[in-house]
């Protein structure tokens, strides 16, 4: 399992997602540089972590998404390469179009960073095959754009389509994401954006381990 | 020349910066004020000469960067 790590000026949560990539994969992710236009090769999977990108001027992952590494990124997802974005990563993604919508500002306009109810959704994916639909997993939110937005048909396509991987749980809808919705992915199935942020939830000193069987379900995916 | 984008959210989106301001607004005492919204305005000093021309160039850094069509709208204004 050889997996990526997309690193932009401003992104500040890679060394989280390293950790959690290495401890549930047990093989410690290559890094890459915006500047990159190559992916290492034969790479599995691709993390677009958290963070500021260019200190989310103009729109939050605007930038990075129009970055060199990100032109190689989108080449390897048509080409079935599995790709995760985590909160500045989700949004780099929708700015991609690599996912659809918008992560628009929270509907409370404030910076949140709490934790929150996440509710498995869809359990088929390769990012939550060793959960069940319907699990509740506690995870952290820290993001002040991370306000879901679809236009109606395209909503009702992802619902339709079970595209809706996770959901704030009971009432804990954070920003005013549409449908309650906290992570979508694609047709093909390869590509998952989220605002929460799991591989905070990895070890014990997080306060709880909920979210490891998220990257341990990588493992399934990729080694089947 | 000079081109001037607006940057706005589409209609039916919701608004929540706009409302905020419609509701501090309401705080300092005017009256009367209907639906506020916010939006973006990018000024872009051009080489270019021809007014369609330079238009036609500023669409495209609109459709590739300046706006995301998914939620905003963008009007071009160019100034000689």
Same mark, same amino acid.
Not at chain 1, 27 to 32: I, K, Q
Not at chain 1, 77 to 96: D, P, R
Not at chain 2, 34 to 46: A, D, F, S, Y
């Given at each position: 399992?050889?997996?990526?790590?997309?690193?932009?000026?401003?992104?500040?949560?890679?060394?989280?997602?390293?950790?959690?990539?290495?401890?549930?994969?047990?093989?410690? $992710?290559?890094?890459?540089?915006h500047t990159d236009t190559e992916l290492p090769a034969g790479v599995d999977l691709v993390v677009?972590?958290?963070?500021?990108?260019?200190?989310?001027?103009?729109?939050? *992952?605007?930038?990075?998404?129009?970055? $060199?590494?990100?032109?190689?990124?989108?080449?390897?997802?048509?080409?079935?390469?599995?790709?995760?974005?985590?909160?500045?990563?989700?949004?780099?993604? #929708?700015?991609?179009?690599?996912? $659809?919508?918008?992560?628009?500002?929270? @509907?409370? @306009?404030?910076?949140?960073?709490?934790?929150?109810?996440?509710?498995?959704?869809?359990?088929? #994916?390769?990012f939550t095959n060793r959960l069940n639909k319907g699990d509740i997993l506690p995870c952290p939110?820290?993001?002040?754009?991370?306000?879901?937005?679809?236009?109606?048909? #395209?909503?009702?396509?992802?619902?339709?389509?079970?595209?809706?991987?996770?959901?704030?749980?009971?009432? #804990?809808?954070?920003?005013?994401?549409?449908?309650?919705?906290?992570?979508?992915?694609?047709?093909? *199935?390869?590509?998952?954006?989220?605002?929460?942020?799991?591989?905070?939830?990895?070890?014990? @000193?997080?306060?709880?381990?909920?979210?490891?069987? @998220?990257?341990?379900?990588?493992?399934?995916?990729?080694?089947? | 020349?000079?081109?001037?984008?607006?940057?706005?959210?589409?209609?039916?989106?919701?608004d929540p910066q706009g409302k905020a301001i419609a509701h501090a607004l309401s705080a300092l005492?005017?009256?009367?004020?209907?639906?506020?919204?916010?939006?973006?305005?990018?000024?872009?000093?051009?080489?270019?000469?021809?007014?369609?021309?330079?238009?036609?160039?500023?669409?495209?850094?609109?459709?590739?960067?300046?706006?995301?069509?998914?939620?905003?709208?963008?009007?071009?204004?160019?100034?000689?």
């Amino acid at each position: 399992m050889k997996s990526a790590v997309v690193l932009f000026p401003g992104i500040n949560r890679e060394h989280d997602m390293i950790r959690a990539l290495r401890i549930a994969t047990r093989r410690t $992710p290559e890094t890459v540089w915006h500047t990159d236009t190559e992916l290492p090769a034969g790479v599995d999977l691709v993390v677009i972590p958290g963070g500021f990108s260019y200190g989310d001027y103009l729109r939050a *992952g605007a930038i990075a998404a129009r970055s $060199p590494i990100m032109r190689a990124v989108i080449a390897a997802a048509e080409k079935g390469v599995k790709v995760l974005g985590v909160c500045n990563g989700f949004q780099i993604l #929708t700015e991609t179009h690599l996912l $659809p919508g918008a992560l628009m500002r929270n @509907l409370g @306009l404030k910076f949140v960073c709490k934790t929150v109810k996440l509710s498995v959704e869809n359990d088929s #994916t390769f990012f939550t095959n060793r959960l069940n639909k319907g699990d509740i997993l506690p995870c952290p939110v820290a993001h002040h754009d991370g306000n879901y937005y679809a236009d109606e048909e #395209t909503l009702k396509r992802l619902e339709g389509e079970g595209r809706v991987v996770f959901r704030y749980a009971e009432g #804990t809808n954070p920003n005013g994401s549409v449908n309650d919705i906290a992570g979508i992915m694609n047709e093909r *199935g390869n590509v998952i954006g989220m605002m929460p942020h799991p591989e905070d939830r990895v070890e014990a @000193l997080h306060g709880g381990t909920e979210c490891l069987p @998220l990257f341990q379900s990588i493992m399934r995916e990729v080694v089947a | 020349m000079k081109a001037i984008v607006k940057i706005m959210l589409r209609p039916g989106v919701l608004d929540p910066q706009g409302k905020a301001i419609a509701h501090a607004l309401s705080a300092l005492g005017f009256s009367g004020v209907g639906e506020v919204r916010q939006g973006k305005l990018i000024t872009l000093e051009l080489d270019e000469t021809d007014a369609d021309k330079a238009r036609e160039t500023v669409k495209e850094m609109c459709e590739k960067l300046l706006a995301n069509t998914v939620i905003e709208n963008y009007e071009i204004d160019i100034e000689s």
